[in-house]
């Protein structure tokens, strides 16, 4: 299928200052990417908080120009932010964020707020933006009285579906939803994975959802990519990732899911917290905290390669993996 929107290539570099006069290190938030989300279909990208998850999601939404590779929408690059090309394409890109009382104004009712890029993309009439917002609060399960309401009124499910609203008042093609659940209680939870699934499906909206929650990336996402230290290791089928991941990365990230009854991967405890991406280590950037590391994988970095069964891997074992647990 021809991508929606596609990252070729992709990297982003930050300037990590060291001290007051020092000069900027290089922190490769991400780090020669590439991923692509087809009209209607959902791309999960996971990994622990510092992974580059959020930065990809920021580069696909054209927030964050790449330092080196392209971002093409629809087949065409993406407009540096903020010109005017980029603004009228901004409609079809939409962000659901992960902090909805952070993303609400709490000066505006919740209403004028969802109405808002209606008017700021010079979006119908009058009569016709009303019918629009009634017709948003319905997908959305808010009624008009609790829409008349400000951000701190309502509840944070509330707000929640009343910032999907928002990203879905002028239609999108693609919605980058960044942690768009783990504020709120599993039971709520549930509920809003499931309203934005059906949304999804009835409007064919491209998405994607990155989240550090594998057992809500699995139940979402027709692609997975585990993202580790600005690049992406493992990529492919969820049912292939989850029930057999092959990166160590990937298969300590599954074995914390928890899962009903006996598991079929035992618990794989990470060791230390991911190293700082402006120190990569050499090699296989994850080898300081893998216990299959061999010399190999000290000092040369596996590329990302892809498999028979049409996943990627980037692991010098990932063939033992493979076939120890065929
Ligand atoms: Fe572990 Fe080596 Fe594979 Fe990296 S390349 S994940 S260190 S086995």
């Not at 209606?118 to 997908?139: C, M, V």
């Not at 768009?180 to 499906?201: G, K, R, Y």
């Not at 061999?294 to 076939?323: K, M, N, S, Y």
């Amino acid at each position: 299928m021809i991508p929606l929107l596609s990252l070729d290539g992709v990297s982003r570099i930050y300037r990590q200052r060291r001290g007051l006069l020092g000069r900027g290190v290089p922190l490769r938030a991400v780090d020669d990417i590439s991923l692509s989300v087809a009209p209607g279909l959902t791309l999960g990208v996971v990994g622990e908080s510092g992974c580059g998850k959020s930065t990809t999601g920021r580069l696909a939404l054209g927030l964050e120009t790449p330092d080196s590779g392209r971002v093409t929408f629809r087949g065409a690059v993406m407009p540096p932010p903020d010109g005017a090309e980029w603004r009228s394409q901004r409609r079809h890109l939409q962000l659901v964020p992960q902090d909805p009382l952070g993303a609400l104004d709490r000066r505006l009712t919740v209403a004028a707020q969802i109405a808002e890029p209606l008017l700021i993309h010079g979006i119908g009439n009058r009569g016709e933006r009303e019918d629009r917002l009634a017709a948003l609060l319905n997908d959305v399960g808010l009624r008009a009285d609790q829409a008349a309401r400000y951000p701190h009124e309502l509840s944070g499910g509330q707000r929640q579906r009343a910032v999907l609203a928002r990203a879905l008042a002028t239609s999108p093609a693609l919605l980058v939803c960044d942690e768009p659940v783990s504020a709120l209680d599993v039971s709520i939870q549930a509920q809003v994975i499931n309203m934005l699934t059906d949304l999804q499906a009835a409007r064919g909206i491209a998405m994607i959802f990155i989240s550090h929650d594998l057992k809500v990336v699995r139940q979402v996402s027709h692609e997975v990519a585990v993202m580790y230290l600005g690049r992406v290791v493992e990529q492919g089928d969820p049912d292939a990732i989850f029930a057999d991941p092959l990166h160590p990365y990937a298969r300590a990230l599954v074995s914390a899911i928890p899962v009903p009854g006996p598991r079929r991967l035992p618990r794989i405890v990470l060791s230390g917290d991911p190293p700082n991406p402006a120190d990569r280590p050499a090699g296989c950037a994850f080898h300081p905290r893998c216990s299959l590391a061999t010399a190999q994988c000290r000092v040369e970095e596996p590329g990302l390669i892809a498999r028979a069964d049409g996943r990627r891997v980037a692991c010098h074992r990932a063939d033992e993996l493979a076939r120890a647990s065929a």
